[in-house]
C-alpha cells in the first residue's frame, strides 16, 4: 500500500534547482526509497508543463516531489497518474474549506485562479513505468504574485490565515496516497471524480486550436491525456497541451 510508505523518508533542502530533477539525477546512481519525499524552501529552476516557470517565493509554498515505484499501469494508460494527484490535492483542499477545480492538464484553480500544478515524470523499461516522480506546488503562504497574465492564489488568501508548510504536506499526503492505493478498484471513480471537477467541462467556451480560434465544449480527457473538445460543428477535438490555449 502507498499509505504505508509514502512520505516514511523524507529530505528537506533549503534551495534546490528542482525538487524533481534531483530526484530524477539521484535514481541514476543511487537506490532511493519507494514513498521519498523531496521538499524544498525555494526552487532555483522550479517549472511546470512545456517548461512553463513556476513562480514562488522562499519558504512559503509547499514545493515537494514524491517517488513511486513500479506503479502497476502501463504506459498508454500513464494520464490516470494525473488524475489521481490531482484528485488527492483538490480532496486534501477541500478538507480545509477550498472548493476548488481541476484545469487540464496540470493545474489546480479557484474560482479561476491558480492554487497548485503537478508535474508527473516517469522513467520507463520497455513498456513498464519503473519509477514515477511528481512534483507538487502548491500556494500557501504567498499572497502576492508578480505574473499578472497567470492569476493565482494561494491558501492563505483564500482562508486569510498562515499554515506550517511542513504540517500542510504531512496533511495532504494521506489524500494523494489514497488516491494510488485505488487505482485499480476505484478506477471508475477516478475517472468520474476527475471529469466532474474539470473546470469549465460542459461549457461552451473559446479556444485557439492550431492557431484557429474556435468554440467547443470539453468533453473529457483520453487515457493518453488529450483534451477531448466537440466544437460547434460537432466536431471532435483531440488536442494536446501545444495545440490548444484557453481564452
Same mark, same amino acid.
Given at each position: ?20 530533477? !534531483? ?13 521519498? /519525499? ?16 513556476? *513562480?514562488? *517565493?522562499?519558504?512559503?509554498n509547499v514545493l515537494l516531489s514524491l517517488l513511486?515505484?513500479?506503479?502497476? /499501469? ?29 484545469? !487540464? ?12 500544478? #503537478? ?9 513498464? /513505468? ?7 506546488? =502548491? ?28 504540517? #500542510? ?5 494521506? $489524500? ?8 485499480? &478498484? ?22 485557439? $486550436?492550431?492557431?484557429?480560434?474556435? *468554440?467547443? &465544449? ?11 473538445? =466537440?466544437?460547434?460543428?460537432?466536431? =471532435? ?6 495545440? /490548444? *490555449?484557453?481564452?
Amino acid at each position: 500500500m502507498i499509505s504505508d510508505i509514502i512520505g516514511n523518508n523524507q529530505f528537506y533542502f533549503s534551495s534546490l534547482y528542482s525538487t524533481n530533477n !534531483w530526484l530524477l539525477e539521484m535514481l541514476k546512481t543511487a537506490e532511493l526509497p519507494n514513498g521519498l /519525499i523531496v521538499s524544498a524552501g525555494f526552487q532555483e529552476s522550479g517549472r511546470g508543463m512545456v517548461n512553463t516557470v513556476w *513562480e514562488s *517565493e522562499r519558504n512559503q509554498n509547499v514545493l515537494l516531489s514524491l517517488l513511486l515505484k513500479n506503479l502497476p /499501469i502501463d504506459v498508454s494508460d500513464q494520464f490516470v497518474l494525473n488524475k489521481a494527484v490531482a484528485i488527492g490535492v483538490l480532496n486534501y483542499l477541500k478538507s480545509v474549506g477550498i472548493a476548488a477545480e481541476i484545469k !487540464w492538464p496540470n493545474d489546480i484553480v479557484v474560482n479561476h485562479n491558480k492554487i497548485a500544478g #503537478t508535474l508527473i515524470q516517469n522513467t520507463l523499461i520497455g513498456k513498464r /513505468i519503473k519509477n514515477t516522480v511528481v512534483g507538487i506546488g =502548491l500556494n500557501v503562504n504567498q499572497t502576492f504574485f508578480s505574473d499578472f497574465k497567470r492569476k493565482a492564489t494561494s491558501i492563505g488568501l483564500e482562508k486569510e490565515n498562515t499554515s506550517n508548510l511542513q504540517l #500542510t504536506i504531512n496533511n495532504m499526503l494521506p $489524500f494523494i496516497a489514497y488516491q494510488f492505493d485505488h487505482l485499480r &478498484v476505484g478506477r471508475k471513480n477516478l475517472d468520474k471524480n476527475y471529469l466532474d471537477n474539470l473546470y469549465l467541462s460542459n461549457l461552451k467556451r473559446p479556444y485557439l $486550436f492550431n492557431g484557429e480560434k474556435i *468554440e467547443a &465544449v470539453i468533453k473529457g480527457v483520453t487515457p493518453e491525456g488529450k483534451l477531448k473538445l =466537440l466544437s460547434n460543428s460537432n466536431r =471532435l477535438i483531440l488536442a494536446d497541451l501545444k495545440a /490548444i *490555449e484557453f481564452l
